[in-house]
């Protein structure tokens, strides 16, 4: 009914605006003139509204800059982070300059020069040395930015991975984000996608207690399927075809172990399955992503970090963090939003929350895109340690399971 | 040809061979897809400024689209931000701009009587309209409509279990796309063509006018890119259908590990965007070409710095096509490989650069005459010069790690490209309105409508940055899953009622355009005083363009104002006057 009613008034409104035009025309019929040629008038009026709206918009844009500048992130918490907000300083500062100084330009172009019937334009078609300055100057001060961009990018990419660089393995499937810590020896253990199974080794680590495991498991689902071979599933395949798959994959499990030696074996023993990630203050640590499923992006914003979750490959970002998340809570920048924060959250009903630093995802990825989040802990030494004691590695896991 | 024949309504219609007449068909199926796209960025506004509540415009919407209370599925979200893109930037800004323009302007104004291959053109049009078929089809599919992003990667586009969209919508999502390739390669060969052999007697290449310039350097952009897309197409076709591993490898998906083994996504994604960045310079060309003309005729000047004009126009398609990997910096490429996009993508901003500070100058000691079809040429400058700053931003693969991916990219490319192109193209449709319906369109209701879009325009796309800068990534069916992004709701909300309130602004466009069609005074021969060869032709829309002989041109396009002359303008079939020089 609702629907109706507006289409009515919308047609109304549509008749109304017609019979408006058509008089109006009529009118100026009568006076013989065209009701569609541009008069002085006009170009008076539009004039000045280019001149008033085009201020109105810069000073809309400067509003917007001082309304909202603490709701934007809070200043980096890594080492290249910091270097990173320097040259998005600069970078914004010149362009804020080139846009402060050539909008305004527009404007007032228009409103000096709006165009009067007995008027005539200045014929002015090329000037080369205007030319060659607008192309030079453009080119050096790009050239500055380019260079110092690329230092920085260079800093951000090539880290120096040392001994001491803890590596953890973030890694993604729809929609959730397992962490994996390297343990004792600081090596990630071999993993195989045919090795995963759900329960027991979501990540697909390589070792013989995990052969057991999924060569069971796929012989399950193998059985299962047997039953009605010819059966179709939602997409069109049939289980004969996904009994092929599975076949291949058991008989394929055993030589992947045999291909590695046992020195490599003995890597993923100790290592350390989590669902949030702690680390060290001012401690350098090396992210490797890996996909399940999807391509899927591991952004990371109060560090300034962001990598791309691949399947089929591996990926990776070196960072350190320079505070911790107590830091972070006590920071008057951070206590500002989160004031505000807490304040649209109680006025919605929702609870209070406290700063947390977040793995976010940002690559589309299926419909839970929108809340695959894991929580980072930055803290001290000693407050790591004390987690990382009450995680069990894998060793422990496999013997509590047996 | 030559001679105006008979013509029934089949020919003059539907199946027309006469370039006005597919250019005309173009435009009316790019509005028509216009207004489907720009209800689908309504509708997930208004999610995203409430979520998790019903709305009326939801009616709409198919009704299995919307979970049982009434509020729109995630992945429906998904969906019509997916068919939002895809439209947008091929449907609209694509055939709907290119599409209409080329068709109607390059044989106008270079002096031709058709394009080279009329029965081409012709099949150009009926194969994009194939697509448009097969894509709106898809809407109607039960497991919804393409719904990975209209970038489509792969594993996501590749496996229905990921995403329901990945299913039949998808096939008809490509299906579609390859339609639309053969039929914009069509059309692009042909303009080329046309251009380089049409161009009547003393159209030289320095006498063309920038919209004919814009339009050939596009073509050729598309003749060189688009079939990338189509065997990027084609691959992930084999992938999805035919079990090959091009795109997927150690996938587990719904607990079930598939074959695929050796591919790789990143493949896709260079092949894509080797398609997909010269994409957005044949989008971003044909409005600039417009804004060229319609600027110079409205400020009664010569565009400032023709030749600069032209050079900045071929560097910037020159190099749009070794800049692709700026869309994957953070893909995990090699990092010297980021440097290198750096680099290159950087550079654009100097032709990008010269051409702006040309349009002032142009505007420079002009008497500005302001149609409607100047407002929206301005409009595109201003959009130019916001929206373009911003990719020295994301150009610079160091800023892009926190950036990309975020409403920051949101908001520029929405500018620099969305508006730029969009503000052109209407500038187009009310410059050129006359010489395609006979009919002026209503002054009054054009200002009413560049106003209206102006403001609302920026009202939506500026605040983005912000969102941007807080972290916001795009793609999200709510912010609100996050603490951290609570505090951008009020900012959700205002870009939210600008979107609401432009999209009301669109249907006085609308209107004007279908009542002027109808209703619409009479237009002169020449209502603007321009120099170009079109508003030599008779009013009366004839098959063959010129009744007599063909044009013959003696001077360039921007004789506006030219000291020494009588009028302000001098057509281009004016001979030189004794002693007189060429610009």
């Not at chain 1, 880290?159 to 600081?186: H, K, L, N, P």
């Not at chain 1, 329960?199 to 390589?206: M, Q, T, Y």
């Not at chain 1, 691949?310 to 960072?319: D, H, S």
Request: charged share 15%.
């Amino acid at each position: 009914m609702t629907n109706i009613l507006i289409a009515i008034v919308v047609l109304l409104l549509i008749a109304t605006l017609v019979q408006i035009l058509r008089v109006s025309e009529l009118l100026s019929e009568i006076k013989n003139k065209d009701v569609n040629e541009v008069t002085d008038e006009d170009n008076n009026t539009q004039g000045v509204l280019f001149l008033i709206v085009g201020f109105g918009f810069l000073i809309f844009v400067i509003w917007q800059m001082v309304a909202w500048d603490h709701l934007l992130l809070p200043p980096a918490s890594s080492v290249h982070g910091i270097q990173i907000d320097f040259l998005m300083k600069m970078s914004m500062g010149l362009i804020l300059i080139v846009f402060f100084v050539l909008s305004p330009i527009l404007f007032y172009f228009l409103y000096k020069y709006r165009g009067k019937k007995s008027n005539k334009a200045y014929f002015f078609s090329h000037n080369n040395k205007l030319e060659v300055i607008w192309t030079v100057v453009p080119t050096i001060i790009l050239t500055v930015f380019i260079v110092f961009g690329l230092k920085t990018w260079d800093n951000a990419m090539n880290v120096e991975v040392s001994e001491s660089t803890t590596t953890i393995e973030v890694y993604a499937e729809q929609f959730r984000w397992t962490a994996r810590y390297a343990g004792q020896d600081r090596l990630l253990g071999k993993t195989d996608f045919r090795f995963v199974e759900p329960k027991f080794n979501p990540l697909g680590l390589v070792n013989n207690e995990y052969l057991k495991i999924a060569i069971k498991d796929k012989q399950v689902d193998y059985d299962t399927l047997s039953r009605n071979p010819l059966k179709k599933d939602d997409y069109g395949r049939t289980n004969q075809e996904k009994m092929d798959v599975l076949s291949g994959h058991i008989k394929q499990l055993p030589s992947i172990l045999n291909e590695v030696s046992t020195d490599v074996l003995a890597q993923s023993s100790d290592d350390i399955i989590t669902r949030e990630v702690h680390l060290v203050i001012n401690e350098p640590v090396l992210l490797k992503f890996r996909s399940q499923d999807v391509i899927h992006s591991a952004f990371l914003p109060h560090f300034r970090v962001q990598m791309n979750c691949v399947p089929g490959m591996t990926t990776q970002f070196g960072f350190t963090p320079t505070k911790t998340t107590e830091e972070m809570r006590k920071d008057p920048k951070v206590i500002k939003q989160m004031n505000e924060i807490n304040r649209i959250r109680l006025a919605k009903g929702k609870s209070e929350e406290e700063f947390e630093y977040i793995l976010l995802c940002n690559k589309i990825c299926g419909s839970a895109h929108y809340n695959m989040q894991m929580k980072f802990v930055v803290e001290t030494q000693e407050e790591y340690d004390f987690w990382y004691a009450s995680q069990k590695n894998l060793k422990n896991k496999l013997l509590t399971q047996n | 040809m030559s001679e105006h024949h008979k013509e029934n309504f089949i020919t003059k219609y539907v199946f027309c061979q006469d370039h006005k007449m597919i250019a005309k068909q173009f435009l009316i199926t790019g509005m028509f897809m216009a207004v489907v796209g720009m209800l689908m960025s309504a509708i997930f506004r208004v999610q995203l400024a409430n979520p998790g509540e019903s709305s009326i415009l939801y009616n709409l919407l198919p009704s299995h689209w919307l979970d049982p209370d009434g509020v729109l599925n995630p992945d429906k979200y998904l969906a019509l931000v997916t068919m939002h893109g895809t439209i947008l930037v091929f449907w609209v800004l694509t055939a709907g701009l290119s599409g209409t323009f080329a068709n109607f302007l390059i044989p106008l104004q270079i002096g031709a009587r058709d394009m080279a291959s009329g029965f081409l053109n012709m099949l150009s049009y009926w194969f994009f309209f194939l697509a448009t078929v097969v894509l709106m089809s898809s809407l109607f599919v039960e497991t919804g409509p393409a719904s990975g992003g209209w970038t489509i990667y792969p594993p996501l586009s590749a496996l229905p279990q990921a995403i329901p969209g990945s299913g039949t919508g998808m096939t008809l999502w490509l299906v579609s796309i390859t339609l639309f390739v053969v039929g914009s390669l069509l059309g692009g060969l042909n303009y080329i063509v046309t251009i380089l052999n049409l161009r009547t007697i003393g159209m030289t290449m320095q006498r063309l006018p920038l919209t004919v310039w814009a339009l050939l350097i596009t073509a050729i952009l598309g003749v060189l890119s688009f079939p990338v897309l189509l065997s990027c197409g084609l691959l992930l076709i084999f992938d999805r259908s035919f079990g090959t591993s091009f795109y997927l490898s150690d996938i587990i998906i719904n607990g079930e590990a598939l074959h695929n083994a050796g591919g790789s996504p990143i493949l896709f994604e260079h092949l894509f965007w080797f398609l997909g960045h010269p994409e957005v310079y044949i989008i971003l060309l044909p409005a600039l070409g417009i804004v060229s003309e319609v600027i110079a005729v409205n400020s009664r000047k010569p565009i400032f710095g023709y030749k600069a004009m032209v050079g900045a126009l071929l560097l910037i398609a020159f190099l749009s096509f070794i800049v692709w990997g700026h869309h994957m910096f953070m893909t995990g490429m090699n990092p010297f490989l980021g440097s290198v996009f750096t680099f290159t993508t950087l550079l654009i901003a100097i032709p990008s650069a010269i051409k702006v500070f040309n349009y002032l100058a142009t505007l420079w000691r002009a008497n500005i005459r302001f149609t409607p079809a100047m407002l929206f040429a301005i409009g595109t400058v201003s959009a130019f010069i916001t929206g373009g700053l911003t990719g020295i931003i994301l150009g610079d693969s160091a800023l892009d790690i926190n950036v990309h991916d975020t409403y920051f990219v949101v908001g520029h490319f929405h500018i620099v490209m969305g508006l730029s192109a969009i503000y052109g193209m209407f500038a187009g449709v009310y410059h050129w309105f006359p010489k395609m319906y006979g009919k002026m369109m209503n002054k009054n209701l054009g200002y009413i409508h560049f106003w209206g879009t102006f403001i609302c325009a920026y009202g939506v796309f500026f605040p983005m940055h912000f969102l941007g800068l807080a972290g916001l990534p795009r793609r999200y069916y709510t912010n609100s899953a996050f603490p951290m992004f609570d505090g951008l709701s009020d900012i959700n909300s205002i870009i939210t009622f600008f979107a609401l309130a432009g999209a009301i602004f669109q249907t006085i466009f609308l209107f004007n355009f279908f009542y002027s069609i109808f209703k619409g005074t009479k237009a002169t021969q020449n209502p603007w005083k321009s120099n170009t060869l079109e508003w030599t032709t008779p009013i009366e829309r004839i098959h063959g363009n010129w009744p007599g002989e063909l044009p013959v041109v003696t001077r360039w396009a921007y004789d506006y104002s030219k000291p020494g002359a009588d009028e302000d303008f001098i057509l281009q079939t004016e001979p030189l006057k004794e002693g007189e020089v060429e610009h």
